[in-house]
């Protein structure tokens, strides 16, 4: 059985960073796909960024591109997301999802894609 468990979530002021954690467990995670999804008050989960567990290749929504850092400690079994200069938007809970898939067909950027997910932690970024 696949457990995913977020932490690092926080209150932080603009400009100022987090580093979530998830830690999965349960499964070889070789041929996962894991990602960070996010969703703030009255909004949809939006995708943040994903990595291919086994090679590293990782994507960036827009908003996040040369903020955020995705990365996989194969060791630990945990996914990261470095989060520097925060702003007040990025204010949300943060999920941890994660799916097994064919390994010559991308991941996709749909929520509905994936399985497994975290329980999420809450972001809050003060201005």
């Known amino acids: 059985q696949v457990q995913l468990v977020e932490s690092g979530g926080g209150l932080v002021q603009a400009g100022g960073s987090l580093r979530l954690s998830c830690a999965a467990s349960?499964?070889?995670?070789?041929?996962?796909?894991m990602a960070w999804f996010r969703q703030a008050p009255g909004k949809e989960r939006e995708f943040v960024s994903h990595?291919?567990?086994?090679?590293?290749?990782?994507y960036y929504a827009d908003s996040v591109k040369g903020r955020f850092t995705i990365s996989r400690d194969n060791a630990k079994n945990t996914v990261y997301l470095q989060m520097n200069s925060l702003k007040p938007e990025d204010t949300a809970v943060y999920y941890c999802?994660?799916?097994?898939?064919?390994?010559?067909?991308?991941?996709?950027?749909?929520?509905?894609?994936?399985?497994?997910w975290g329980q999420g932690t809450q972001v809050t970024v003060s201005s």
């Open positions: 999802a994660g799916k097994e898939k064919t390994p010559w067909l991308p991941p996709q950027f749909s929520s509905d894609w994936y399985d497994y």
């Open positions: 990595i291919i567990w086994s090679v590293g290749s990782t």
């Open positions: 349960g499964r070889t995670f070789s041929r996962f796909a």
